[in-house]
């Protein structure tokens, strides 16, 4: 488990799929710190690092990284830290599309494909 704050490759993303699940990385992106925590077992403890970081849970949202696939097949939006109907998400999803174009331009910014 790492915070990135600087720009990582995608080859270091596929180091870390082969490593713990073969085809997929978890991550969650911190929209208001522009921040991706990467590679864990579960979107949960990446969202209790970057809490512990100083990030709000609410900025907080679940993806996944095929480093195989291309263009939207990259990033998908799911995860059940996502579930949160106070800010009218009933999904595991990212239902805003505002909220997934932010999360999609800060990984734009922070991995290098």
């Known amino acids: 488990m ?3 704050t600087e720009t990582i490759t995608l080859d270091e993303i596929k180091q870390m799929a082969s490593a713990l699940f073969g085809d997929l990385v978890k991550a969650v992106v911190d929209v208001d710190k522009e921040l ?3 590679n864990a077992e579960l979107h949960s403890d990446l969202e ?4 512990e970081n ?4 609410e900025s907080l ?5 095929y ?6 097949g990259f990033v998908e939006f799911d995860s059940m830290i996502n579930m949160r109907p106070s ?3 009933r999904s595991r999803g ?3 599309d505002e909220m997934r174009n932010k999360i999609i331009e800060i990984i734009g910014k922070m991995i290098k494909r």
């Open 48 to 51: 209790a690092l970057l809490i």
């Open 36 to 38: 991706i925590a990467i």
């Open 54 to 57: 100083g990030s709000k849970q």
């Open 61 to 65: 949202w679940g993806v996944n990284f």
């Open 67 to 72: 480093p195989d696939e291309q263009d939207d």
């Open 2 to 4: 790492k915070i990135i």
């Open 94 to 96: 990212v239902e805003s």
């Open 87 to 89: 800010q009218n998400n």
